[in-house]
């Protein structure tokens, strides 16, 4: 691997000279992606209007290889088939939101990367989907470069519960989305749900709303999940899996 790595240092320091770029690396020389280079935020966070208006939640994703962005890089966000049917996925799928390449058995979400190897999803939907509670398949969502795992997360949502207050993991079987009769929102159940950790700052993954992830609820944590609770944001739903 020390041999690859130099030599591909050698060829593209010399290509960035002969094409008097000084000592910039093309992207087409990053590198395949790495798992432990690359940064995947730690939930995979969506919202019933796909978090579009002010671009309030997205879910950025930077595919880096031993040398920097991976330029064009395919990347994939895959919800397996059980945490599929677990969320509520807004339908139609609003404005501006990105509309799945997928939507059975499994849910998929694909873009290439920019020039800094960065993707950024919008993902319109709702229910928060998190361990112990999931029980399914091996991972709830799966993100991919180019066909290699960089990663395996977790979903929350401002619209975490149903208007009972119900995760859609809650009950035996799993009592599945927050999707009542065709409709979901950010109601005053979820209000519940979210206010003594948006207030405590004590943690729970399905508040954990915005970056820096773990340990403690923050104010971004809070100020993403009151915009929602205040403005009521909904969507017409199907359940899971069409």
């Not at 595919?63 to 509520?88: H, K, N, Q």
């Not at 100020?223 to 069409?242: M, Q």
Request: charged share 15%; hydrophobic share 40%; proline share 9%.
């Amino acid at each position: 691997m020390e041999r690859v790595f130099g030599v591909t240092v050698i060829v593209a320091s010399t290509l960035a000279l002969l094409t008097g770029t000084g000592s910039a690396i093309p992207p087409a020389f990053a590198g395949p992606p790495g798992p432990y280079l690359s940064v995947v935020p730690n939930f995979i966070t969506i919202a019933p209007d796909g978090g579009v208006p002010g671009d309030i939640i997205s879910i950025s994703i930077q595919v880096l290889g031993p040398l920097g962005g991976v330029d064009g890089a395919f990347v994939t966000i895959e919800f397996s088939e059980d945490a599929t049917a677990l969320i509520a996925w807004s339908d139609p799928v609003p404005g501006g939101a990105d509309v799945p390449v997928q939507t059975c058995p499994t849910r998929v979400y694909a873009k290439a990367a920019n020039t800094s190897g960065t993707a950024v999803f919008h993902i319109a939907g709702g229910g928060c989907v998190v361990e112990p509670a999931y029980a399914g398949n091996l991972y709830i969502c799966e993100i991919k470069a180019d066909d290699v795992i960089l990663a395996q997360r977790e979903v929350n949502s401002p619209d975490v519960v149903n208007g009972d207050g119900d995760l859609p993991t809650d009950g035996t079987p799993p009592l599945g989305p927050v999707c009542n009769a065709g409709l979901m929102s950010v109601s005053l159940a979820d209000a519940v749900f979210h206010s003594p950790f948006f207030k405590s700052g004590n943690y729970e993954k399905c508040s954990d709303l915005s970056g820096p992830y773990g340990g403690t609820i923050e104010l971004g944590d809070a100020t993403v999940g009151t915009a929602y609770i205040k403005a009521g944001t909904g969507a017409s739903c199907s359940a899971g899996c069409p």
